[in-house]
């Protein structure tokens, strides 16, 4: 990069943060020029934006997010011994609930928190997006922002927003499979359990993390699990229901289990209830469809970034029985498949896909909008 063109890069860094400080929403289209051109301020940027979004944003009753203000509330006259009841009673988590539990002791609101917890999400979440970009070299502008894009309309704007708490999880999850698996750092595992403290049912990824660590290049076989897992969507829920029997769970996660898998199923009702959930429903199965059938005939890549995304898809689909639990992973496998998608955009600039899986995305987007808009009504 030439003297003057670093010269004009920085300019255009300073701009977007003086536009953000006045208006951080008009500040967006700086702060994508700023991302095509690599620039991890702007990335930053992106992210503080996300957790103004939090910060703001007023959830429905039902959602997650009601029940932090609720748990906030409890805490503010608890005392220690009352969060320690309270975190065996409710189960495995503690992190978030800690994090409430601080705030409250010291006066801080809520909403700061929801805000915090949603601006790291998206920072590890971006930065991911970072390091394939600096990984690979031989890029342009115009891959660059086909790229970002993508990653833009993957997340899943109602769950970080509403969900906090898993989202929260997902994205220490996703930072340990890159940094774990394609870079071989170590303090991956120590990512993996944060994950598991903060959401127990992100537990189910450390045995997937460990068998791609050590078996990272079986191309074959995790092609074959693959299709052998697609068999399980037609199995019912009862044949789940009777493997954890056999399992014999306790504690948390047999409640944990009893509410999944013998309870009313939360995706189900849902289904009964809204038009437009029916239609999100919908496009997310044509996603994960054509994601299968992507794997399957039209990857070009071989190797480790395949094999992670055909071995957690694999696993994922044995809970296809059980839509709360299927889709809930599933948004992990969304990710996961968008980085792999963008590395494979890089490397072989297959513009046709990126038309593909964008228009998929953006319908997706437009009916998660739609479903939020009471919501994001009163928030603005």
């Known amino acids: 990069m030439k003297k003057g063109d670093l010269f004009k890069f920085n300019k255009a860094v300073l701009l977007s943060f003086v536009v953000f400080l006045f208006s951080p929403f008009l500040s967006i289209p700086l702060i994508l020029l700023g991302i095509v051109n690599k620039s991890k301020f702007s990335l930053i940027l992106l992210a503080v934006l996300f957790g103004l979004v939090a910060y703001i ?38 992190i978030l609930q800690s994090m409430f539990y601080l705030a409250s002791q010291w006066n801080i609101s809520a909403q700061y928190v929801f805000g915090l917890v949603t601006f790291i999400s998206m920072s590890l979440i971006l930065s991911i997006y970072h390091r394939i970009t600096l990984k690979h070299i031989y890029t342009n502008p115009e891959l ?17 927003l509403s969900g906090t708490r898993y989202m929260f999880a997902c994205s220490f ?44 290049e079986k191309n074959r076989i995790y092609f074959l699990i693959f299709c052998v897992s697609l068999v399980f969507i037609a199995i019912p829920s009862n044949f789940l229901l009777s493997i954890f029997d056999f399992l014999g769970l306790s504690g948390g996660l047999a409640v944990k289990k009893e509410a999944y898998l013998e309870g009313e199923d939360f995706v189900q009702n849902a289904l009964a209830e809204s038009i437009v959930t029916r239609f999100v429903v919908f496009l997310e199965m044509i996603w994960l469809f054509v994601i299968s ?28 029985a059980v839509p709360t639990i299927f889709f809930r992973y599933a948004i992990v496998l969304k990710l996961l498949f968008v980085f792999f998608l963008i590395m494979e955009i890089y490397r072989y600039k297959q513009k046709l896909w ?25 928030t603005f």
């Open 57 to 94: 944003y007023i959830p429905n009753l039902s959602d997650d997010k009601a029940r932090y203000f609720e748990v906030y509330d409890h805490f503010k006259d608890g005392s220690y011994f009352e969060l320690f009841a309270y975190l065996m009673l409710q189960g495995q988590d503690f």
């Open 144 to 160: 660059r922002f086909y790229a970002i894009i993508l990653l833009c309309l993957a997340v899943p704007y109602i769950d970080l």
């Open 173 to 216: 999850v996703l930072m340990a499979f890159y940094i774990g698996l394609i870079e071989k750092q170590k303090s991956s595992f120590i990512l993996l359990i944060i994950a598991a403290f903060i959401h127990f049912s992100t537990l189910v990824f450390i045995p997937i993390f460990c068998v791609l660590f050590f078996f990272p």
């Open 293 to 320: 059938v992507y794997l399957l005939f039209f990857s070009k890549s071989e190797g480790l970034p395949k094999n992670i995304i055909l071995f957690t898809a694999s696993v994922i689909n044995v809970f296809y």
């Open 354 to 378: 990126i038309l593909v899986f964008g228009s998929i995305l953006f319908c997706i987007f437009t009916f998660q909008i739609i479903s939020g808009l009471p919501n994001i009504i009163a």
